[in-house]
């Protein structure tokens, strides 16, 4: 049972642009979440994270949006940069459980 | 500072057999997490271990198992081999154990485990 789901395999943006990538999850008990970006032959690597407390936090061109009602949150890069091309993951967890990840999404930042 | 090793890095083993994956963590590191990465599958949990304990376990089969040594390392086996079994294998390793400090976990390259 997928707990936290990637439903968008991939995206492609054109640099500059904004990208949206999005997460959903089915247990109301997560209260943390993560975002790891992934290059390949490279494990992953942590990038931002929120608190369910939160609805948003923002580092740099990052910003995690977290909307608990909808039991969703989202990842924006903007300006999106040939850099970024990766797998992006979004994770969830709760106490001091392990983390639970999403299948991924593969972005693509076309120059 | 030294990352997280994994080694091997690839590996290819045939069905019903047997296999030791090995991962040292960052110096100072006592919680190493294992997870299985499959296309379509994402990151799946298999166990973590923290000083020498294990913590949590995901849902594998027991074919799946795991140690941690008194210097942090930690090894996973995987016993009777299926095809099914071919993915990369990622441990991650953090100053302490769950899942809220691994916004401190740092992830290995890993080892592609492929069965035929």
């Known amino acids: 049972d997928q707990q936290v789901k990637q439903n968008s395999p991939s995206l492609s943006v054109q640099e500059g642009r904004i990208s949206i990538l999005n997460c959903d999850y089915t247990n109301s008990m997560f209260d943390y979440f993560l975002w790891y970006k992934k290059y390949p032959a490279e494990g992953p690597t942590f990038l931002i994270s929120i608190s369910s407390i939160k609805d948003k936090n923002e580092d740099g061109r990052f910003t995690v949006f977290l909307n608990k009602s909808a039991k969703h949150l989202s990842l924006h890069i903007v300006p999106s940069q040939p850099g970024d091309s990766a797998v992006y993951f979004c994770a969830a967890t709760s106490g001091a459980n392990n983390l639970f990840f999403g299948t991924g999404t593969r972005l693509t930042v076309i120059p | ?116």
């Not at chain 2, 963590?25 to 923290?50: C, D, K, M, N």
């Not at chain 2, 376990?57 to 198992?65: A, C, I, L």
């Open chain 2, 1 to 116: 500072k030294a990352g997280v090793t994994q080694t091997p890095r690839y590996l290819i083993k045939t069905r019903g057999q047997q296999v030791t994956l090995s991962c040292s963590p960052i110096s100072g590191h006592r919680s190493v997490s294992w997870y299985q990465q499959t296309p379509g599958q994402g990151l799946q949990f298999l166990f973590e271990y923290f000083s020498e304990t294990q913590r949590n376990k995901g849902n594998f089969p027991g074919r799946f198992s795991g140690r941690q040594f008194s210097n942090s390392r930690s090894e996973m086996n995987v016993s009777t081999l299926e095809l099914g079994d071919s993915a990369l294998y990622l441990c991650a390793s953090s100053w302490a154990p769950g899942g809220r400090m691994n916004t401190e976990a740092f992830f290995g390259q890993g080892t592609r485990l492929t069965v035929v």
